[in-house]
């Protein structure tokens, strides 16, 4: 079973630079997620999407974008990447946007030196 | 904001019970949950609590209070495997979910 897919595994980024960690569903989930997570400060919320079509920012959402164009895919984009964005990322989705359990997918970790 | 708390770190012995408690004051609810994290793995979930009282899995049991904001999670005869960090999570007023900051158990022959 596919699930959630997520690419990279691994990433090292100089500053400055740019990056889009990608995230791939098959399960035909309408909600979909990012998170980072980072040591002692569990799971924050990025960026978020109820459906395709539609984005929301989430807990910690500066310095990151999103898109939402089809129900599989939802890719997040550092435009310039600082080391603070040093972290390990999680892509989720659920059934909706309500009441269903999110499920993860395996994670990107990310440097940014 | 949303404050969860959870122990940091908790060991035990194979064979044993732990039990794993996650106080939440958050904006709203709509459900706890807990997952279980494996290191350099994705968190996967475990049990669901929205009403008061006991869910049993198999060897797991997650406890809910709703009126002290507080869970636990009852992990029995305990193995190997079992050496994981535990999160809990809230649904907030938003269907939005709110992380502790997880528990790691380790499980000693």
């Known amino acids: 079973t596919a699930g959630i897919t997520q690419a990279p595994t691994s990433q090292i980024l100089a500053a400055g630079r740019s990056m889009t960690l990608r995230c791939t569903q098959d399960?035909?989930?309408?909600?979909m997620y990012w998170y980072r997570q980072d040591l002692g400060l569990g799971l924050r919320l990025i960026h978020y999407?109820?459906?395709?079509?539609?984005?929301g920012k989430g807990e910690v959402p500066d310095g990151y974008s999103v898109s939402r164009a089809n129900t599989d895919d939802f890719p997040l984009t550092l435009a310039s990447a600082v080391p603070s964005q040093t972290s390990v990322y999680f892509c989720?989705?659920?059934?909706?946007?309500?009441?269903?359990?999110?499920?993860f997918g395996p994670g990107t970790r990310l440097t940014v030196l | 904001g949303q404050n969860i708390d959870q122990p940091t770190e908790m060991t035990a012995t194979e064979g044993a019970i732990v039990q794993i408690n996650c106080t939440y004051q958050?904006?709203?609810?709509?459900?706890l949950f807990w997952y279980q994290q494996h290191a350099g793995e994705a968190p996967t979930f475990l049990s669901y609590?929205?009403?008061?009282g006991l869910e049993e899995k198999g060897r797991f049991s997650s406890f809910l209070s709703r009126s002290k904001g507080y869970s636990y999670l009852l992990l029995k005869e305990l193995q190997m495997k079992d050496s994981a960090s535990y999160l809990c999570?809230?649904?907030?007023?938003?269907?939005?979910?709110?992380f502790g900051a997880g528990t790691t158990v380790t499980v000693r022959a």
């Open positions: 989720a989705s659920s059934m909706t946007s309500g009441v269903d359990t999110q499920y």
């Open positions: 399960m035909r989930h309408n909600a």
């Open positions: 999407s109820n459906t395709a079509g539609t984005t």
């Open positions: 958050t904006s709203g609810f709509n459900g």
């Open positions: 609590n929205v009403l008061d």
């Open positions: 999570a809230v649904r907030d007023s938003d269907y939005k979910l709110s």
